[in-house]
């Protein structure tokens, strides 16, 4: 083209333009599409001129205004190639704002009319629903609606013609539809699927033929008419929409005549209310006449008219109260919308709706059809591809990048981001190695990026277009637009994504007759993509802005909010923009640097690691999975990975296979295992293929109804990749035969499964079975869930036999829809098997682990007699069973009779269930005749009244025998011997049958040789008085049993009296209990037997069966034992809950006197008249068998105390009366061979001060009263003073207990008035404080006297009065006062007051105001004694004075001028220290605890220690102040006689030489000195060792704590060669090592004396314990050795115990480092020991080899093996080790390996042990069983005080129920107090 002249004028410019133009009409064109959508040009386009053509479209552009043109004239200009002139000419004069627009009739062409405007504009006609229909004759009216029809066609053609504009391409570009997967969802499809899922194409899923024919087929009326399309943003519901359209117009949907396709977001810019024809004729398309009768006729053919709304999720307003009513009410669209879904609107007619995913309008039907469209699976995306690229070379590519890249395939499964990445493809292909788009594309965004880079024109600076274009779509999100006008976006941005595809038109209609051209992005998420675009680049956003675009949607929120959020995907974009490959891109794109850039992409880093260390739900973590992988950031990746929790739940919300893709990337940064949850959410039925490979899953598990096999299938090809999957779940889905086909072909390739749940899938026979025959090959397989499926009774049989045939089968479990196998692999038995410490070395065990247990459960299953036939012939090939349960079946009698007869033929180890099966009394019978022969059978529980039928077995001889030191342990405790193996004694329970006295014939025949020595429960029957009396006669023919229970069967009183006949004529019969309101019932034989009583109960499990939380069996209160420990059960009669009359009670008593002895009878009755209770009294003496009687709460009179004060004087066998508030008497008797003496009780019996002359008359009368108890009654001070009036003569020779008499401290002075009148009181303890206590001990002779008062609040007016008393009771020795309100005034006057004639008196007083009156007030209380002083102790801390006084005084009034001459004290001091010196003259003992002294008392502290008659000295853990150390020193070298000085913790600073020195200087009587912890320094040892080597009479040394090493010990040794007499030697916890107890190896032989080293905490190892082993051997006095936590290790052990000293009685190696060869050693040197005492091993790996006692130990009252590692295995050779130590009173085995075996062993020994007191198993592994058979231990060894239980298996509650039942079981951390033993 020839050059133009700048100077051209409008006209010229339009020349030139034309000019242009006419080369390129193609392009023309499709720009007039573009930016007049709707406009038909009619004819003009049609005209043979081009140039008129070009000229006429050119006219239309320019008259849509200045923005179009203007757009128009960039696109020119950028597009085309313009010369430079034209080109800058153009955009100055039309290119902007400001530019001139001149019409084209300025130009002077020729004028045109005014085009036409095509469908959608407006047209002239008649204004819809505003005036009357005229008449029209039919012909008329059908040919209307005929050409209205047509129109619509041909409109749909013009606008839905096959071209799908996106980016990248022209307008007129044409892409094949690829129909994605459409799956039906909570409504029934209109069809009858086979699946509920279906396409959207002639392909059909999960293998049904479906075309889109069947979605509006004839068939669909039956069904909704209103269908929800539901998906992601991106899957193509617009697209699918149009392509309806498009199908339509080409006659494909011809069951419909009409079809209207509305937008949303059109449909939102409309502002005013419309009616319903207004919308389908002035929005869509009207009619060109006639539109009433067009109308008239869509409402007379509705169902020919289909109706689609786009975009449902986007409606801007609510749906009204009321919808209209008819089609001439005006409102909103959504209004209109809720009108047709509920049919008051065009009734009839079919709507289509498509919205993402989250809460619908409340307008829509709850019948509604719900679709799920989901995106591409990958046959769609290869096909997709092939119809992308043109050529079979891109094609091939193509496909190969996507086979090979994952990540791209799985973006591929989104529609929209399969067309953004062949865009990529077909840009990048030709320069692209195979492989390498997974660098280029790895990413959403980068996708993005690399498809705006390949459409931006080459050369072409796009800098400020795309910058534009980012602003645009922020701006507009924003404020919530994605339809814009021509005036909302420069022309320049414009003409720029019109240019690339980026920007799309349309015609919208904003009301009636009011239309407009509207402008958006091809996509939503190409809008949202710009606006994270100039989030990230643009200057004017803030790093704050920027971070809090960074957020994460829940999609969980949808269900309360109508309208999805248009910012959703931009924190994903922002996040892959924030990747550090879109760093060269930004920062082209700012011009801002790389570093400007960086920042901004680590401020949206930083705010994903912050959500990323959050805990989130389901649908945010998806989110940020995909934000996170945008990043492409290993280290925020593991960030995330780690975060996540190990349960991860996701609940009710869609997820999609790109979903799942993302969390798979992230799980596999991660280290840990984790368990995937999806539960009721949609899931695309190809999604479980994205979790292939995924090695991180341990647990995943799927409920979902929309799963079908398309997802079975899926999910099996991805199970054999996921390495460490454990558990798999497949619950509540609606797979058939053809999905589990494909899962039971998987399974065997997933080798590690341990749990698999199929539950509620509608399986069906085959499915179950085919499932189960895949077993034999999951070999660590745990359990199979296939609950809640179809199974039939055929096939549960057939599940029965592979059960007893496959081999890790262990349980199978069938109860109406559940069915759950259980297995037990055979790898991991194998596994336990030679791991288990209790396995290892026992072959009865292992092969009692290779045995399979089988569990069988059908209860409920209607299983017939023929069934049970079946049933019977497949259980006898199982060897063993463990449980049998077929309750609530239909097996009749006959079909009950023949299980039970098989049972006996059966190896079952528990239970046989046969309950709620239809048995009679007859068939009853025929049970118990089949089980005659059963010599398993341990319970069988009958009760036709609740439909009770359930056998339990007993473990098969065979088995007793493999765990006979495991099994049964009540045997055990009856000092049954090891060597028996213990009875089965079975249980016969016939409760509730309806059983009268004329059944016990046959029932008595039928039971003859079952019982064996077991128990009979006949309870709950009506035998009555006839029966009992019958069945009295039968029980010899029954044999011995073991109980038989009776109650609640109408027996009368005198029929249970007579059954106490049995005593004498049953010889089993020992116990007979009855509660006769209750109709209780029992007779019993031994105690055993009380576990077993109740109907109610079970027999006790093994320890392996036991629950945590399940009932405890009731344990029995103890049996007595003989001497020579042969058990002594007697004969008891219990009755309670009854009215004994005289007479009833003296016929009771006349059939007692008939039974044998010895006999406990126990009655509790209602109320008993003082006539009963003589009559009881008055038969005593006849019965002298009895050895218990007692009444248990049954009220008394007030005068029973004396009444039975009488007894001791009437029957003398009476032993004990124990009476307790009038309602509990107890009376023990003696056998004729006990001594005589008695104990009496009397407590809370409302005794006063008007009783106690009579009732100390009567007990007057009594030989010898060993103890008084008179405690919670009301005698009061009076009562104390009358009663210790009668005290002298009582003949109490043990206690007198009057506690809680309400007593005051007048009773105090009372009892000291009293003592001298009471030569035989030995101690009196009187405490007045919350908890009045008040004891007197008495002795059978006279003795010395000790006094005890706590709280007593005395007054200085008291002092008087209890000096004298004090002063009169001469025989009183010691007196302690604690606590009693006494001044340091009160003191000092009592101790002048108190006078003697002669004697000692020690006298103990604590005060509160002792620990701050220091020792110069104390002093003062000294000097006032009226006494010497001989021994003075004080402590701060405890509060207390302690002083001995010696009486009479004696005066030495020259030792008193001679210590005032060492007294520098001031001369006001001089009387007071003249006085102390003359009370202290005789002082031999003073002792300073945890004391601070001060100079003053340091200079008296010296006075002190100046008499020359001081023995010992002592303070310990005080503080001298500087000052006095030196008065300290000076009195202590005045201490010549000192024979015992303790400064043990002292601090005494840098002067603790000096002190040291002046306490050691010239000492030759030193005998005991005790230096712990003193501050031994170099000096200070030098000091001490010059001191020893003097101290030739030292017997005790000891310095602990003080840090001395080899070399000090060196010094030491050399000291210690005078102390030749030296018995005992502490050293521990100092620094000795090896080469420091070599020197005190040396000196050991030069001891001959020494009795006792301790060298405890020194780090000797075995060199220098060897050889302090060698010198232990040459000292023949050794008796305590101590060397515990030493390194010593095996070598020392060995060597100690080939040379133990001969008189050891302790040992201490805890913490020594010894192992089992040590210590087996050791025990081997040990056993026999003569004089051993104590033993510690505490804190060494001993490994099970405990030292084994064969011999015994005679003396041993302590063993110590804590934390050694013991297990069960060597609990047995323990216990009977301490069996062989009768004096042992305390046992240590605390945190060891010890379980129920172990317990049960201790259990029983316990009663064999007479002076054990204490028992320690804290933190072992006994749970409730092992703590129930302790207990019953304890109840048979009354002496222990307390067993430890702290932290063992054992459940809070069953623990509190133990203890109550046996408080000396102690489950707390802090020890209790411990328990005085029970008496008897």
Request: net charge negative; glycine share 6%.
């Amino acid at each position: 083209m020839d050059p133009i002249s700048f100077q051209l004028d409008t006209k010229n410019q339009w020349v030139c333009l034309v000019r242009l133009l006419s080369n390129d009409p193609e392009w023309l064109s499709a720009k007039v599409k573009f930016f007049l959508p709707n406009t038909d040009l009619g004819s003009r386009n049609e005209a043979p001129d081009p140039t008129k053509r070009v000229f006429l479209q050119l006219r239309e552009l320019h008259a849509q205004g200045p923005a179009t043109w203007q757009a128009f004239i960039h696109c020119v200009c950028m597009e085309l190639e313009v010369p430079l002139e034209l080109e800058v000419l153009l955009l100055s004069t039309w290119g902007h704002e400001g530019g001139g627009f001149p019409s084209p009739l300025e130009t002077g062409e020729e004028s045109e009319p005014e085009p036409q405007l095509s469908h959608g504009l407006k047209r002239p006609h008649q204004s819809c629903g505003s005036s009357p229909r005229p008449k029209q004759s039919r012909k008329q009216y059908l040919e209307l609606a005929k050409k209205y029809l047509q129109l619509l066609r041909t409109s749909a053609q013009q606008r839905y013609d096959g071209k799908l504009p996106g980016p990248g391409q022209p307008t007129a570009f044409r892409q094949a539809y690829i129909p994605t997967i459409l799956q039906w969802g909570r409504a029934t499809a209109p069809f009858n699927p086979q699946e509920g899922a279906s396409m959207g194409s002639p392909r059909a899923e999960d293998g049904m033929d479906v075309s889109l024919q069947d979605l509006f087929n004839t068939r669909a009326d039956k069904g909704p008419r209103v269908t929800v399309l539901l998906g992601k943003a991106g899957m193509g519901k617009t697209t699918l929409t149009r392509w309806l359209c498009q199908r339509w117009a080409d006659g494909q949907l011809d069951r419909f005549q009409a079809l209207f396709l509305f937008e949303f977001r059109q449909l939102n810019l409309i502002t005013s209310v419309l009616t319903l024809p207004q919308l389908l004729f002035d929005v869509y398309l009207s009619p060109e006449v006639g539109s009433d009768a067009v109308f008239q006729y869509l409402e007379e053919n509705a169902s020919g008219v289909l109706l689609i709304f786009d975009g449902l999720e986007e409606a801007l307003h609510p749906c009204s109260g009321r919808d209209g009513t008819g089609p001439e009410d005006p409102g909103p669209a959504l209004a209109l919308f809720s009108g047709l879904c509920r049919g008051t609107l065009l009734p009839g007619c079919r709507i289509m709706a498509t919205s993402r995913p989250g809460k619908l309008p409340d307008c829509l039907p709850t019948e509604a059809a719900t679709i799920h469209m989901w995106g591409f699976d990958g046959p769609r995306v290869e096909e997709y591809v092939g119809h992308f690229f043109s050529t079979q070379p891109l094609q091939e590519a193509a496909l190969a990048e996507l086979r090979v890249n994952r990540r791209l395939r799985s973006m591929c499964a989104v529609p929209a981001l399969c067309r953004v990445t062949c865009l990529c493809l077909r840009h990048l292909l030709p320069g692209l190695s195979p492989g390498q788009s997974a660098a280029l594309l790895p990413t959403v965004t980068q996708n993005y990026v690399q498809m705006v880079l390949a459409l931006i024109p080459p050369g072409y600076r796009a800098t400020s277009s795309l910058m534009g274009l980012g602003e645009v779509a922020l701006e507009a999100l924003e404020t919530g637009k994605v339809i814009f006008s021509a005036k909302d976006i420069p022309p320049s941005v414009m003409a720029f994504g019109a240019a690339l595809g980026l920007l799309t038109s349309f015609c919208v209609c904003t009301g009636p007759g009011q239309q407009q051209i509207g402008y958006a992005f091809t996509h939503l998420s190409l809008q949202e993509f710009f606006a994270a675009l100039h989030l990230m680049v643009s200057p004017s956003v803030e790093k704050d802005a920027l971070a809090r675009h960074v957020t994460l949607n829940s999609r969980w929120v949808l269900r309360t909010k109508a309208r999805l959020g248009l910012l959703d995907h931009v924190p994903a974009f922002l996040a892959g923009l924030a990747s550090f490959a879109c760093r060269p891109f930004l920062s082209q794109l700012t011009q801002q640097g790389e570093a400007w850039v960086g920042s901004r992409q680590a401020e949206v880093i930083q705010a994903l690691k912050k959500l990323a260390t959050r805990r989130l739900t389901g649908p945010k973590v998806i989110e940020l999975c995909h934000c996170v992988g945008e990043t492409q950031e290993p280290e925020l990746a593991s960030l995330t990975a780690s975060s996540l929790p190990y349960h991860l739940p996701f609940h009710n919300f869609l997820l999609t296979y790109t979903d799942l893709a993302a969390l798979t990337n992230i799980l596999e940064r991660r280290d840990t295992p984790i368990h995937l949850a999806f539960e009721g959410c949609p899931l695309e039925p190809c999604c479980p293929e994205a979790l292939a490979g995924c090695g991180q899953v341990e647990n995943l598990s799927f409920k979902s109804r929309r799963c079908g096999d398309a997802f079975a299938e899926a999910l099996s090809r991805s199970l054999p990749t996921m390495r460490s999957l454990k558990k798999l779940g497949l619950a509540g889905s609606k797979i058939t035969a053809r999905g589990i086909q494909h899962l039971v072909q998987a399974l065997p390739l997933c080798p590690h499964l341990e749990e698999i749940s199929f539950q509620d899938n509608q399986l069906k026979n085959q499915e179950v079975l085919k499932i189960v025959e895949v077993l034999p090959s999951l070999p660590w397989l745990r359990k199979l869930d296939l609950s809640q499926n179809n199974v039939s009774t055929s096939t549960l049989l057939c599940l029965t036999k592979a059960a007893v045939t496959c081999p890790t089968i262990r349980m199978l479990q069938a109860r109406k829809t559940d069915l759950i196998i259980l297995l037990s692999p055979l790898a991991e038995a194998a596994a336990e098997l030679h791991g288990s410490p209790d396995l290892r070395g026992n072959a009865s065990q292992s092969r009692e682990a290779q045995r399979r247990s089988l569990t069988l459960r059908l209860p409920e299953c209607q299983l017939t007699i023929y069934d049970v036939e079946i049933l019977i012939a497949q259980l006898r090939e199982c060897p063993y069973l463990d449980e049998v349960d077929l309750a609530g079946n239909q097996l009749e009698n006959e079909g009950c009779r023949r299980v039970a007869e098989a049972a006996s033929q059966w190896h079952i180890a528990r239970k046989l269930n046969l309950s709620d099966n239809g048995l009679s009394v007859a068939g009853m019978y025929g049970v118990l005749s089949a089980l005659s022969t059963c010599r398993t059978l341990a319970d069988l529980h009958i009760s036709l009244k609740h439909k009770t039928v359930v056998l339990t077995f007993a473990p098969e001889l065979e088995e007793q025998e493999a765990t006979q030191e495991r099994a049964v342990f009540l045997d055990s405790l009856m000092l049954q011997m090891p060597s028996e193996l213990p009875q089965c004694s079975p249980r016969i329970r016939l409760a509730h049958c309806g059983l009268r006295a004329e059944h016990l014939e046959r029932l008595c025949a039928a039971l003859e040789g079952s019982c064996r020595r077991g128990h009979l429960d006949l309870s709950g029957n009506a035998l009555g008085d006839p029966g009992a009396a019958q069945l009295a006669r039968w029980l010899p023919r029954l044999g011995t049993l073991q109980s038989l229970n009776l109650s609640e069967n109408g027996l009368s009183l005198d029929t249970v009296f007579s059954l106490a006949q049995c005593f004498s004529t049953v010889r089993w019969v020992l116990h007979l209990d009855v509660s006769f309101d209750s109709q209780r019932v029992i007779l019993r034989g031994d105690r055993r037997a009380s576990v077993d009583e109740l109907p109610t109960q079970n027999v006790s499990p093994a320890p392996r069966d036991l629950p945590a939380g399940g009932p405890l069996p009731e344990f029995p209160a103890g049996a007595q034992t003989s001497g020579i420990g042969q058990p002594c059960t007697p004969r008891s009669f219990c009755l309670t809950e009854c009215q004994l009359e005289p007479l009833s009670l003296a016929n009771l008593c006349e059939t007692l006197e008939k039974c044998p002895g010895p006999l406990e009878v126990k009655l509790s009755c209602v109320a008993l008249s003082d006539q009963s209770l003589d009559t009881l009294l008055w038969h005593l003496p006849r019965l002298p068998q009895l050895s218990l009687l007692q009444l248990s709460q049954t009220p008394l009179p007030t005068w029973s105390p004396f009444l039975l004060a009488r007894l001791f004087g009437l029957c003398p066998q009476v032993q004990k009366v124990d009476l307790r508030s009038l309602h509990e008497v107890t009376l023990h008797f003696r056998s004729s061979s006990e001594q005589k003496g008695g104990c009496c009780g009397f407590t809370d019996c409302g005794l006063s001060q008007d009783h106690v002359e009579t009732l100390c008359k009567l007990l007057g009368r009594c030989e010898d009263l060993s103890q008084l108890d008179l405690s919670a009654n009301q005698l009061g001070d009076d009562g104390l003073r009358c009663l210790l009036e009668w005290l002298p003569p009582l003949p109490i020779s043990g206690s007198l207990n009057l506690s809680g008499n309400s007593m005051s401290q007048e009773s105090a002075l009372c009892l000291m008035e009293t003592l001298p009148s009471c030569p035989r009181v030995r101690e009196a303890t009187m405490n007045l404080g919350l908890e009045q206590s008040f004891w007197i001990h008495f002795s059978r002779e006279q003795t010395e006297q000790t006094l005890r008062l706590t709280e007593c609040i005395f007054s200085p007016e008291h002092m008087t009065r209890l000096a004298a008393g004090l002063s009169q009771a001469w025989q009183l020795t010691e007196l302690e006062l604690v606590r009693c309100c006494l001044s340091l005034e009160d003191l000092a006057a009592f101790l002048s007051l108190v006078q003697r004639p002669e004697g000692l008196l020690s006298l103990r007083v604590e005060e509160r105001w002792m620990g701050r009156a220091g020792l110069l007030a104390l002093s003062q209380v000294c000097a006032q004694a009226s006494g010497n002083v001989t021994e003075i102790s004080f402590s701060e801390t405890q509060q207390q004075l302690c002083i001995q006084l010696r009486f009479p005084r004696q005066e030495n009034p020259e030792a008193v001028a001679l210590r005032l001459a060492h007294c520098d004290l001031d001369t006001h001091h001089s009387p007071l220290f003249r006085q102390l010196m003359d009370r202290c003259t005789w002082l031999r003992r003073l002792s300073l605890s945890q004391v601070n002294i001060c100079t003053n008392g340091s200079r008296l502290l010296r006075s002190f220690l100046s008499l020359s008659e001081l023995r010992e000295f002592r303070l310990a853990s005080s503080r001298v102040s500087p000052e006095g150390q030196a008065y300290l020193a000076s009195g202590l070298s005045h201490c010549h006689q000192l024979e015992e000085l303790d400064l043990s913790n002292s601090q005494l600073g840098k002067e603790g030489s000096l002190v040291l020195k002046g306490a050691l200087e010239d000492k030759c009587w030193l005998k005991r000195l005790d230096l712990s912890h003193f501050p031994l320094d170099d000096s200070t040892l030098a000091v001490l060792a010059r001191a020893l080597s003097h101290t030739t009479l030292l017997q005790s040394l000891c310095l602990s704590r003080n840090d001395i090493g080899d070399t000090g010990c060196y010094h030491l040794s050399k000291a210690l060669r005078a102390a030749i007499r030296l018995e005992e030697l502490g050293l521990s916890h100092n620094q000795i090592g090896d080469t420091g107890a070599q020197h005190i190896a040396a000196i050991l032989p030069t001891l001959p004396e020494l009795r006792k080293i301790d060298l405890s905490a020194n780090g000797i190892g075995p060199t220098g314990g060897v050889q302090l082993v060698e010198s232990f051997a040459l000292c023949k006095h050794l008796e305590e050795l101590m060397l515990g936590c030493n390194p010593l290790g095996d070598l020392t052990a060995l060597r100690l115990a080939r040379g133990l000293p001969q008189h050891l009685r302790v040992l201490h190696l805890q913490s020594s480092r010894l192992g089992p060869e040590g210590a087996l050693s050791l025990g081997q040197a040990l056993d026999g020991c003569p004089h051993l005492e104590e033993i510690s091993l505490a804190e060494n790996n001993l490994a099970g080899q405990v030292p084994h006692l064969c011999r015994g130990l005679p003396l041993l009252r302590q063993i110590d093996l804590g934390s050694c590692k013991i297990d069960n295995q060597a609990a047995k050779p323990l216990a009977t080790g301490f069996v062989l130590c009768p004096a042992l009173e305390e046992i240590l085995l605390s945190w060891n390996l010890l379980g129920d075996e172990a317990a049960a062993e201790l259990a029983r020994v316990l009663p064999r042990m007479d002076r054990l007191k204490r028992v320690d198993l804290e933190k072992n592994q006994i749970t409730a069983y092992g703590a129930g058979l302790l207990a019953e231990g304890l109840a048979q060894g009354s002496g222990i005080q307390v067993i430890r239980l702290w932290n063992n298996h054992i459940p809070p509650d069953v623990a509190q129920r133990l203890q109550s039942h046996e408080p000396r079981l102690d489950f707390a951390f802090f020890p209790n107090q411990p328990q005085a033993p029970r008496g008897p």
